[in-house]
């Protein structure tokens, strides 16, 4: 007998199947497309607001509109990648001495809207 039933997503509101058979026992909140295009657990989203080439720092404006500060060694894994003002990006974020800074950071996309 299987377990599969229909829930309903607390993001969009959309119903959808659940195979209980899936991955995991754990049973989703968030449809298929929400949980493509939400931030992963731990992590956030946000634009780049500033950004200097020269000094290799900016500033990220969070979903609440809060800005957070990031350095560019921040960078997972993009050994040549320039952010721009307006690129979407996802990080987690991790506090210091002297106030939150995004770390593990990602670009999304571009200021262009090009995925990168």
Same mark, same amino acid.
């Given at each position: ?5 229909? &829930? ?10 659940? @195979? /209980?058979? =899936?991955?995991?026992?754990?049973t $989703?909140?968030h449809? $298929?497309?929400?949980?493509?295009? @939400?931030p ?8 780049? +607001?500033?950004?200097?080439?020269? +000094? +290799?720092?900016?500033?990220?404006? *969070?979903? !609440?509109? +809060?800005?957070? #500060? #990031?350095?560019?060694?921040? /960078? ?6 320039? #952010? *721009? =003002?307006? !690129?979407?990006? =996802?990080?987690?974020?991790?506090a210091?001495?002297?106030g ?9 996309? &571009?200021? !262009?809207?090009?995925?990168?």
């Amino acid at each position: 007998m299987h377990d599969d039933r229909f &829930l309903t997503c607390t993001s969009c509101g959309i119903r959808f199947v659940w @195979l /209980a058979a =899936e991955t995991s026992s754990d049973t $989703p909140t968030h449809c $298929p497309g929400c949980r493509f295009i @939400l931030p992963g657990a731990g992590r956030q989203r946000g634009v780049v +607001k500033f950004y200097s080439i020269r +000094k +290799k720092w900016g500033f990220i404006t *969070q979903a !609440d509109g +809060k800005e957070v #500060f #990031f350095h560019r060694s921040a /960078a997972s894994s993009q050994a040549d990648v320039t #952010f *721009q =003002e307006g !690129d979407l990006v =996802e990080y987690a974020v991790e506090a210091t001495g002297r106030g939150a800074q995004a770390i593990e950071l990602v670009r999304l996309a &571009l200021l !262009d809207g090009v995925t990168a």
